[in-house]
């Protein structure tokens, strides 16, 4: 299995940016699908955006569409979520999480790896 490990969480204003990063470690990282996945204080934990093994198909939840990006670079081991014009909304708990397969996946049961979060928190 992969092992994942997240960073770049903070506070900011409103408005403001910030990118996430998660590094992975296992022979497995390149040839999985992986996500972003957020948990707000008293609600279930969302998706947030998914990437395929090879970059090809990306997704995004509607909240988070044209401010969120997803990337992912192989060679590093690492998957980043470029955040922009953050909203108080947007504050959770991010979870990268490494998918089952190669392909495209939304569903949190279809990731079996997690990493333990970074918090977000965005200031009005």
């Known amino acids: 299995q992969v092992q994942l490990v997240e960073s770049g969480g903070g506070l900011v204003q409103a408005g403001d940016s910030l990118r996430l990063t998660c590094t992975a470690s296992g022979r497995t990282f390149s040839s999985s699908a992986m996500g972003w996945f957020r948990q707000a204080p008293g609600k279930e934990r969302e998706f947030v955006s998914a990437i395929t093994w090879n970059g090809f198909r990306i997704g995004y939840a509607d909240s988070v569409k044209e401010r969120f990006f997803i990337s992912r670079d192989n060679a590093k081991n690492t998957v980043y979520l470029q955040m922009n014009s953050l909203k108080p909304e947007d504050t959770a708990v991010y979870y990268c999480?490494?998918?089952?397969?190669?392909?495209?996946?939304?569903?949190?049961?279809?990731?079996?790896?997690w990493g333990q979060g970074t918090r977000v928190t965005v200031s009005s």
């Open positions: 999480a490494a998918a089952k397969g190669r392909y495209y996946y939304s569903d949190p049961d279809d990731f079996v790896s």
